[in-house]
């Protein structure tokens, strides 16, 4: 197998580049924090000391980072995208604006390399049992290239939203509105249902073997129910304020992310 790069160790991107480790891949390892690569280099990877570092000219290179900035910053980084070079493949996994993601497609193409957006649903325990969502959008070749590198990190399914820059992030964008919107409305229709005598768990029971069957309904629900704390994260925020810009952007509506941003500052 190829030297793959993968830059990012965060919650999500240390399991994922685990997995790569663990599928066989050689691995070559990039993170602002460096003591958060030496478990990495432990088990077989090699220490990369920049983002242009981590590639292998006309390879492969995955990117998890916060935002607009942090994507850009490494694809402006000294020698990133003359190293990438022609024929190679950037997948970036990180939740960024369609429109970061149109204005950074564009730099490689025009140094002659692809840009796969590969934005992951899924937490960190999700990531380590193999069990994450991806949209993908991108060059067909170069997803086609990429394809086993998602299903090493740990994709359960793989989602075709074709060729336009910003598609697969903006189906993110929007699959994070949903579950924040979901979750919110579920602590409220249960606190009303119990204060008028129902069950927490019976309720749960009820709405998720009947109306909503899913995972988000499911496992946010059963936090719910149990009357566990919320997860403490900016991440929503981020990606509500993400919505937001992306949606006034473009003329579409916004009463409901608007009350939900409003929520998240209270």
């Not at 995972?215 to 929503?236: C, M, T, V």
């Amino acid at each position: 197998m190829n030297e793959i790069g993968f830059i990012g160790l965060g919650l999500l991107g240390f399991p994922m580049a685990t997995n790569l480790l663990e599928a066989g891949h050689s691995l070559r390892v990039y993170n602002r924090t460096a003591s958060k690569v030496d478990p990495l280099i432990a088990r077989g990877a090699k220490l990369a000391t920049s983002p242009a570092d981590a590639i292998t000219s006309g390879g492969i290179v995955a990117s998890v980072v916060w935002d607009d900035a942090a994507l850009e910053s490494i694809v402006l980084s000294d020698g990133f995208l003359e190293k990438l070079g022609k024929g190679g493949v950037h997948i970036s996994m990180s939740t960024v604006s369609p429109e970061a993601a149109r204005r950074i497609a564009k730099m490689h193409e025009d140094r002659g390399c692809s840009y796969v957006e590969a934005p992951v649903f899924g937490r960190p325990e999700a990531a380590v049992a193999r069990q994450l969502w991806i949209p993908v959008s991108g060059a067909k070749a170069a997803k086609d290239r990429v394809r086993t590198v998602l299903e090493a990190i740990g994709a359960k399914g793989i989602f075709d939203f074709g060729e336009a820059a910003g598609a697969a992030v903006a189906v993110k964008i929007a699959g994070n509105f949903l579950m924040f919107a979901a979750t919110r409305s579920m602590i409220e229709a249960f606190a009303m249902a119990e204060k008028n005598g129902a069950d927490a768990h019976a309720l749960l029971h009820m709405l998720t073997t009947t109306l909503f069957p899913s995972p988000i309904y499911q496992n946010y629900g059963r936090r719910i129910a149990d009357k566990l704390p919320a997860f403490e994260s900016p991440i929503p925020e981020k990606d509500m304020g993400l919505f937001k810009k992306t949606a006034e952007q473009v003329g579409a509506p916004t009463q409901i992310v608007d009350r939900l941003l409003e929520i998240l500052k209270t």
